[in-house]
């Protein structure tokens, strides 16, 4: 059966360390993957796009790498801060005309 | 000027009733979706409509009605309300269906007692 699976539901982190979240699919071959930050009693907001012949992709201090050989994208928060605190989604297209498939997320709380 | 404007925000009902949320965008996209985020915070597509035609329904029960008038616009409308609707309904936009960015709503709670 077809999954998004992200690695943890929690994740701590001290301030200024580097946060890395895991996003790992099964029996999807997307051409691109998405991350989205979600904060509590909002909706979700587009953080970064990857596509499957790009490795990596930064945007300020944030990095996303794209394996489509392992089937996994990871998310990286360089120098994280409490602001960052927040829950990542990473999500995919399963194929052609399809809209996005989300993951369940993975709440960080960055701690000072 | 929010670009997706959703209301209420919040709704308390009760079993059996019917309630309508609505939602207007102004990016001038084509395609307007309505997701659905249950308690254990999983985001889950219901319906898609791209120039207000449905393009996609995700096994959703038909008490689950989408409306659109026009692009700008997609209402959902649903019948007699049952405690597992209780959720957070977001209305979202995208360019296109082809996977897209989507900005999303800032949902609407809904609660069913």
């Known amino acids: 059966s077809q999954k998004i699976e992200q690695n943890s539901e929690a994740l701590n982190i001290q301030e200024g360390k580097t946060a890395t979240l895991t996003c790992n699919y099964t029996?999807?071959?997307?051409?691109?993957l998405q991350w989205y930050r979600q904060d509590p009693g909002r909706g979700p907001v587009f953080l970064l796009l990857?596509?499957?012949?790009?490795k990596e992709k930064r945007k300020e201090r944030l990095k996303v790498t794209f394996d489509t050989t392992l089937k996994q994208s990871l998310f990286h928060i360089t120098a994280s801060q409490p602001a960052d605190s927040a829950t990542y989604l990473c999500?995919?297209?399963?194929?052609?005309?399809?809209?996005?498939?989300f993951g369940k997320g993975t709440r960080l709380s960055v701690i000072a | 000027d929010t670009a997706v404007s959703q209301t209420p925000k919040y709704l308390v009902t009760q079993m059996g009733n019917d309630k309508s949320i609505k939602c207007e965008q102004n990016?001038?996209?084509?395609?307007m979706y309505w997701y659905k985020q249950d308690s254990k915070k999983f985001l889950k597509i219901m319906f898609s409509y791209n120039n207000k035609e449905l393009i996609i329904n995700e096994t959703v029960p038909n008490r689950f009605s989408p409306k659109s008038p026009d692009k700008a616009h997609l209402n959902l409308h649903i019948n007699s309300l049952e405690l597992g609707d209780s959720a957070v309904y977001f209305c979202?936009?995208?360019?296109?269906?082809?996977?897209?960015?989507?900005?999303f709503g800032e949902g609407s709670w809904l609660t069913v007692v």
């Open positions: 999500a995919l297209v399963p194929s052609g005309n399809t809209p996005l498939v």
């Open positions: 990016l001038g996209h084509d395609t």
């Open positions: 990857i596509r499957e012949n790009e």
């Open positions: 979202a936009t995208s360019r296109g269906v082809n996977g897209n960015t989507i900005y």
């Open positions: 029996n999807y071959s997307p051409a691109y």
